[in-house]
């Protein structure tokens, strides 16, 4: 899962939960001191989710089909493909009202370091909506695989993905209830509004 599913994942909870939540990719090690309660509940929340997802087997399924050259790439393209996936699902309405309220967290709190650059690209480039378009999540996936030292392997899963295209909509069908039933946060009583 990515930005887009962790903030659903997150949404009942405070903004600081959510922050965590946001940022958790860009927060290394066990100690969370350093970080507001909430915030460190919202990380350790995402790293819950990323642990339930990479066992579940959908993704194993998953996994199994991806070319075998790329497959230790392929969880990293199956983040962003989720995220896809998730704003394909959600209502309009409750993704517009997703995306504004993790654009207001993100604009107003520091990215961590790993993350300070790519954060305001993420919010002035409307990213979380964007991963509604397919074409969008690919060159996402081809921009972090540029990143990764050595050949673009992520670029190279992008035809086993188009492919697989419709079995892979099949796989998160499956997951995404599991993935909401287990793990989302149900909305506190309090100043969050719902969409």
Known sequence: MNFLAHGWLARGGSDDFLYGNLIADGVKGADLSAWRAEQAAGIRHHRRVDAFVDRHPVVSDVLARAPRRQRRFAGIALDLVWDHFTARTLADDQRR????????????RPAPARLETMVPAL????????????????????GIGRRLSGPNRLVELLPWLEEDYEQLARDFARLWPAVNDTLGVVPSEGPVSRP
């Open 123 to 142: 919010v002035e480039q409307d990213w979380l909506n964007r991963y509604a378009d397919f074409a969008f999540t690919c060159r996402a996936i081809e």
């Open 97 to 108: 009202w997703l995306t504004d309220r993790c654009y207001q967290v993100l604009s107003t």
